[in-house]
């Protein structure tokens, strides 16, 4: 999922001119806070998984409801301290929420461009893949707010995303590394 999510938000970023390799580095540790919770919070992380079920509320909501925090908050904490760029770690910080006021006040996230770029990779890699969160329908990729907040940006090149297509690249990539 989250090779997925490099490539989709390496391609966003490009786009609509995000720094160079950032996003691509946000979409690989977007999610590394779920590692961590699932390593020193398994009782919890267990539940976590039951209550999005049972309710149907989207992951990170049953994180921060049953742990008190949620994956994008530790992720965050975990970029920070290795040292991974601001713009980097406040993408991860937001990814499920790029159109908050601190996220769109704080000028690191240029607006909140990496971390709508990071959102809307997130979206749509998820449309593909279905994972351990909650059975809550997805919405369009076109429909997500960031989605139509990205739009504000000028572009820089052109997109084309085509999400099978990359899903391909992603299997293609991971078969090759197993082999070796």
Request: aromatic share 6%.
């Amino acid at each position: 999922h989250s090779l997925l999510v490099a490539r989709l938000a390496d391609q966003l970023g490009d786009a609509f001119g995000a720094h160079p390799g950032h996003a691509h580095l946000a979409g690989l540790f977007h999610d590394v806070g779920k590692i961590f919770l699932q390593q020193y919070f398994a009782v919890e992380f267990d539940a976590v998984l039951a209550h999005a079920r049972a309710t149907g509320v989207p992951w990170h909501q049953a994180e921060a409801e049953v742990i008190g925090l949620d994956h994008a908050q530790a992720g965050a904490a975990i970029a920070h301290t290795l040292g991974v760029a601001l713009p980097v770690v406040l993408a991860i910080r937001y990814h499920h929420d790029p159109l908050h006021p601190d996220c769109l006040a704080d000028p690191a996230t240029g607006g909140g461009l990496l971390p709508a770029c990071l959102s809307v990779a997130n979206a749509g890699a998820k449309q593909l893949v279905a994972g351990i969160e909650s059975g809550a329908p997805l919405p369009a990729m076109a429909d997500l707010p960031e989605f139509h907040h990205l739009c504000q940006f000028e572009r820089q090149q052109s997109l084309n995303l085509h999400l099978q297509n990359e899903l391909q690249l992603v299997d293609d990539e991971l078969e090759v590394f197993l082999q070796q």
